[in-house]
């Protein structure tokens, strides 16, 4: 991807981001994860929460209670990091 690519995919994530907020449930689908590993799972959740909470232990989310809009955010955040 290039550079302005990453920003637009970021801009259009936090939009989403938005919406998908104000839908109720915000579960994400396992379909969504399927291939995923436990290891990357781990992974992700570890970054998720240190981006959320600044890596306090105490506001520590299970990976499986972070929902869809939050992913989208993180996702976000981290495309905007890489531009």
């Known amino acids: ?3 302005i690519e990453r920003v637009l995919a970021s801009k259009f994530l ?6 998908f907020d ?3 449930c915000n579960d994400v ?3 969504t994860l399927y291939g995923i590993t ?10 998720w929460n240190d981006w ?6 105490d506001e520590h989310v299970p990976f499986l209670h972070i929902g869809d809009s939050s ?3 993180y996702l976000s955040h981290k495309l905007k990091e890489d531009s």
């Not at 936090?14 to 919406?19: N, T, V």
């Not at 959320?52 to 232990?57: L, T």
């Open 29 to 31: 689908d396992e379909d």
């Open 38 to 47: 436990e290891n990357q799972r781990k992974a992700l959740e570890v970054g």
């Open 52 to 57: 959320n909470s600044g890596g306090d232990p």
């Open 1 to 3: 991807m290039t550079r």
């Open 71 to 73: 992913w989208m955010s």
């Open 22 to 24: 104000n839908h109720g």
């Open 14 to 19: 936090e939009i989403a981001a938005d919406s």
